[in-house]
């Protein structure tokens, strides 16, 4: 038997190292996808000022600080039992916005973008944001650049800081934004939702109408059924900061739909001795170990989930969008794992679109951002979509307000199942007669990245370094190929 | 006898009550064990919470601040600022689980020689039987 | 550690007779010495503070060009300057000197001479540690201000301002009232000896208002004192000059004419005056006073009689629309003496003080036998004005009385009303005096004796006892008490009743201290450097205390207290220039945000934030190197010069190394 | 003109430092004219072993960033270490230990325990632990070994410079990289602190300062602070006065207290510590009741004065 290690997958934010174990005859017998780190906030958050918890946490990931921030933000609300008023709940949702803007150009254009722009079998030099660069134009990808900052200049003017805001107090918001500043907030949005569409032209130009990736979208390597997670409004439309999370089926039918802080007697998570993360399941299905469909317990919770388990954008572009994708995949559920980059750029339209609705809210420069709490702290569950999925923050305090106890269950961990599974398929699908090259490994990692998995944010861990390095091992163990990227 | 463990302990005395205290019992020729050896500042408010840590941290077992009773300072009230000082470290001390017996403050006048031996006397015994503090090692320890 | 190159340290133990060698091993102690790094040489010798030991040590510093020197010998406290000054004498600097104490803290209390040896040579290391990263340092030199300010123009004010004056330095006098004099003013005569009061005070005043190196300041109150010993800056502000001194000839004719009148507090309102008015005979200066409280005429002008008068009449010296004055003094050095009040007598309602017209104050009764008092000496009932036979001296009225009133005595009642009563027993022969008292305390010169002449006056009655009521039954005042050594209740039908209530810290006492930061004791009066060796000096530098606002006193101790306190000032005024302990904290300016965290923390006032640079400075001249600033200083900006963090972590190695 | 060998790596971090190199965006695209990246991980597709095939000292400069948690962050940075000219830790956790430095309050143990057994989600009725080596059915799986005392990166391996910060802020980044890669100015002493003050953050802070003096803690959740004073004044604990300025102090721009995240002064030999004693001699307090009260009322010392420099502070960790 014969084992391949690609260590680590690159060009995500955060650490994973797979396994491939091929059979004698070259195939896979089996994909082990590890998570080698883990960081214990859940536990060195006890002992800490519950309020500062919105800056504690937002350290488990310097990707996505924002979701963690405001879901701990939110969980505040929930420990103190107090209500923001409506300028703050805006504040954060524009906050909140941006931070999707900035956070899904950084994945379709640095992380993702090299496999669809520059290609897969491209020299690695070039496959890398540069290479993107190079390959749309320099304008474009100055403009990639500007965009993504001014997401994130948004960011700092509500949040404080560009990486890492410390705007979030329980009952609202620490600071109000000026007239002046909303005037910049809202040309800021106004381009960015520019931006968004040019991007999903350029997604149709570069992929849409190449032949041979959207075979690999349709490919069945890519497949992978399961059920999908995510959180909608009252009109079951996709909502990234507030609203009741939703579960459907791998036949898209809803199979839950519950408010956050009953999320304990939904999901469950699994514990392998072989990876420090663990894998989150459905309670009321089971564990059934890494396979999918409707029997076993395994969810996705993406931005193709979120668009699977909803029944449409709060925004009319995005909605075209939307509706768009469902007609050319042929209709809904959809189960590529590839076309999770379709559906985040069309999230991408519609954070930026509700960017621009918020900025233009008259109430959104109201100077009543906090209520300040009078209830004794005690238990509270916040939760949002994280770009990389639903994240739900759970505290318990003591009287004094000194965190007692701290459960989390992030964005990135919900699909570690999914992951390994894609990755399992993708590998049986590029890997035949123990064929390999660096191209086809990059496949494997392109199903991986699909999810945009932050495993910063999984372990609550902060990310490592591992060099991809093949070695075809015969079954007494010695090493017949070594092989590495060219 | 050579089995019983010898705590080492800083003494932070101020110049003008506890150490001339410490004079004073001397003169008095009160015995008390050695295991204090004293360092003498201006005035117990010169004691950073930093430089008692520090102190533990390079391996004493124990740290004595001493000064003027309240109301006695020779700086009007730089006791009343080492009090302020030491009841935050003593909180801060308690979470690092460093035992309250370690690190203690003392008013001693420079008329109470007999005090002296006598927190002296039981610092001594009470770090004796908490045993070496062995920060440096601790931290290998749990590398 | 630091980058200066390494010191030649000579370490110097010393045996101390027996005292030392008896229970260290000195031998072990030089030879472990000897092994510290950047010693030169360990010699041991019996006694190091002899002339030998100490050119023992002159010797060595030369021949071996040594650049430190520890010595190992008994504490600090008692020979350290004595080595610092031999270590001086030799050209090296006296800095470069450390002691290691292993006599009171190393062979006195331990009797294992093992762990007495270990723990000496662990004190040795120490000292070399910290010698090595001494700087060299010089005594900061600021310059002095030879001029004195003296607060309280009462005797002790006075006596002061005189001695200094007489010496040849400026002196300002700072006086609230209308007049300087004081409560001496007020009494009619003086014990032991009976002077007038008045006749040996009156010249003092004549000679203060006289003297060209005087400037008096009445009406005034300190506002602001800036500043440090040697050179305060003090601002002082003074009423406007109603009546212009200069000009007023004291005619009255202003006095005449004005329609307010008040209760007289020279006369401790047993009489009434005008709302301009003279305070009294003698009152320096010689002016009249407009006392703008009770003025009419003042904002908005509305009565102006008086000015009307002095114009028709006098000097035409009365300007109503005068302003107050501000005055900016520079001083060296500052005497307060701002005396005392008397306990409110009101408070002691079981003596009926208050409630009943004959039961007064021994201050009030001073007055009365005063010649220029409201009864120009005679003694009379407030009441009815007649003649009192039976008349009550209550000592210690509220004083001794821990829980309820004075816990302290004022040590000068029990000769004041043995004055009084033998007054009394002259001014009515026929008369019964009876005084209640808890023990005689009549310590001073010529004190006893006088005490025993007044109780051998006949119709006068000590009793030992304290007086449980005073209460009025048909016009009568009964007082009721016991004879301790009787044992048997007393009652008394009184005409008359006189408390000796205790003497307090007069109202301004506390705001100047607190303006002078200068620290007052439990009750409120002026605290001393030193209750033994340094009484006439606060603890905070370049301020002298005199007279009953240090404590209780009589007029000898006051007066020479003032003259104490006088040539302690002197002293300080003797040399242009004065010098400081240049172990004070330092701030190195890149380091320093400003943060301000240290500015409150220094009593001295010594740490303040520059207006240009923005961050911190200390001024050597108040710092008295403390170091708290040090400690509390978040950016390490601030460092104790000879004691900084580095050292005393040196010193804490050397002990938990060892 | 040859081109200057950059390296970026991470550790045990959050990758907020890796935006933040990436925030100096239009100017990452111009360095790449004076520079050669030759690795960076979270951006680029070089491995692992390409970096362990570089000749030593081939990179002229890496940036680490990240505390140091497990085996495999100690074996990356030593392995970074031996091929660069010079190594530069790069953020907070690699400075000073960071957010995740708070571990050293708690134990391996316990974060174990609290991670597959106790955290109510987790069903795990064999009571599983992940193991650094694990016979699968298939072969042998291998994941690094968790440490139970996160480390500063200069408690690993030699370190030339620092740059503080979480992350650290976009200008001092861009200053801080330009340094090197242009060489105009001489690179200053071994050890400097990169991209900071040498001032705390309380000299370039905007609010107004009255009387330094602390009657009781207010809790940030508990009040609405004056943007326009100081927070210490109004109770609220910043870590302003003993934390390097630099950042520009953003977070009290939000009118949310420092947190101290820019790392201890020059001259303090531990931040936390300084703080302690600068905050408590200012108590409003004479009495040991009054004092002890206010004491009292600072509920988590270790997380508000440590917040970011656990591993770099003098005790390191708690006993336990």
Sequence with gaps: MKTITINPVTRLEGHGKISIFLNNEGNVENAYFQVPELRGFEKFCEGRLIEEMPDITSRICGVCPEAHHIASTKALDAVFHVDPPPAAKKLRELLYSAFFVADHITHFYVLAGPDFVVGPDSPKSERNVLGVIAKVGLDVGASVITHRSDALQVIATIGGKRIHPSCGVPGGVSKAITEEERTKIETIAQSEVEFARSTLRLFEEVVLKNESYTNLIRSDAYQSKTYYMGTVDDQNRVNFYDGKIRVVDPEGKEFAKFAATDYQQHISEHVEP??????????????????????????????????????????PSAQAEYKRMYETLGGKPVHSTLATHWARLIELLYASERMLELSKDPEITNTNIRTIPTHTPDEGVGAVEAPRGTLIHHYKTDQAGIVKAVNLIVATTNNHAAISMSIKRAAEGVIKKGEVSDGILNMVEMAFRAYDPCYACATHTLPGQMPLNVEIRAKNGAIIRNLRRP | MATTFEPKIVGFLCRWCSYAGADLAGTNRMKYPSNVSSIRVNCSGR???????KALALGADGVLIAGCHPGDCHYTNGNIKTLRRFKLLQKMLDQFGIERERVRLEWISAAEGERYAQVVRS???QVRSLGPLNWKRELEATA | MSTMPQKRVGVFICHCGLNIAGTVNINEVVERAKKQAGVVLAVDHKYLCSEPGQALIKDTIKQQHLDAVVVAACSPAMHESTFKNVVQSTGLNRYNCEIANIREQGSWVHDDRERATAKSHVAVRQAIEKVKLNEALQPITVPVTRRVLVVGGGIAGIRAALDVANAGYEVYLVEKSGTIGGRMAQLSETFPTLDCSTCILGPLMVEVYRHPNIKLLRLSKVEEVKGYIGNFKVTVRQEPPYVDVAKCNACGECAKVCPAEVPNEFDMGLTWRKAIYTPFAQAVPPAYVLDSKNCLGLLPQACGECKRACDKYGTSCINLDAWPQVHELEVGAIIAATGYELYDAAKLTEYGYGTHPDVMTSLEFERMLSASGPTSGEIRCPSDGRIPREIVFIQCAGQREPETALPYCSKICCMYT?????????????????????????????????????????????LRGRVAKVYEENGKLIVKGVDTLSGKTVEINADLVILAVGMVPSAESHDLASKLKASLDAYGFFAEAHPKLRPLESPTAGIYIAGAGHAPKDIPDTVAQASGAASKALDLLSSPTLEREPTVAKVTGELCSGCGICIPICPYTALTLSSTTKVAEVSAALCEGCGTCVASCPSGALTLRNLTDEQILAMVEAIVAS | MIKQKLAFNWASSCGGCEIAIFELGTKLVELTNKVEIIFWPAIMDYKYQDLEEMPDRSIDVAFMNGAIQNSENEHMAKLLRAKSKILVAFGSCAYTGGIPALANTTTRDEIFTNSYKDTPTTVNPEKTLPQTKFQAKEGELSIPEFYNTVKSLDQVVDVDYYVPGCPPVGEQVTKVITQFVDGLSPLPPKGSILG?????????????????????????????????????????????????????????????????????????IDQGGKMLSALSSIFDAQTEEDVQKIADSVVDPIGTFYRFSMSRSLMRRTKK
């Design chain 4, 196 to 268: 900071a003050s040498d001032r705390s953050l309380c000299y370039e802070c905007k609010r107004v300062r009255d009387e330094r003096k602390i009657g009781r803690i207010v809790r940030t959740y508990q009040t609405i602070p004056d943007p326009q004073k100081c927070l210490l004044e109004q109770g609220i604990i910043c870590m302003g006065p003993a934390t390097r300025g630099g950042c520009g102090s953003v977070c009290l721009d939000a009118n949310m207290p420092c947190r101290g995240c820019y790392g201890p002064l020059p001259k303090a």
């Design chain 2, 123 to 125: 610092m001594t015994e």
């Design chain 3, 418 to 462: 043995a004055r009084h009563a033998m007054m009394f027993h002259h001014k009515v022969p026929d008369g019964q005096a009876y005084v209640f008292y808890m023990d005689i305390r009549a310590g001073g010169k010529g004190y006893e004796e006088f005490v025993k002449r007044c109780q051998e006056e006949k119709g006068l009655l000590y």
């Design chain 1, 274 to 315: 072989w990876t420090y993360l663990k894998f989150p399941y459905l309670t009321k299905i089971g564990w059934k170990g890494l396979v999918g469909g409707k029997g076993s317990g395994i969810y996705k919770a993406t931005p193709l989930a979120r668009l699977n388990v909803a029944e449409g954008m709060a925004t």
């Design chain 2, 47 to 53: 004691i950073d919470p930093v430089l008692v840590m």
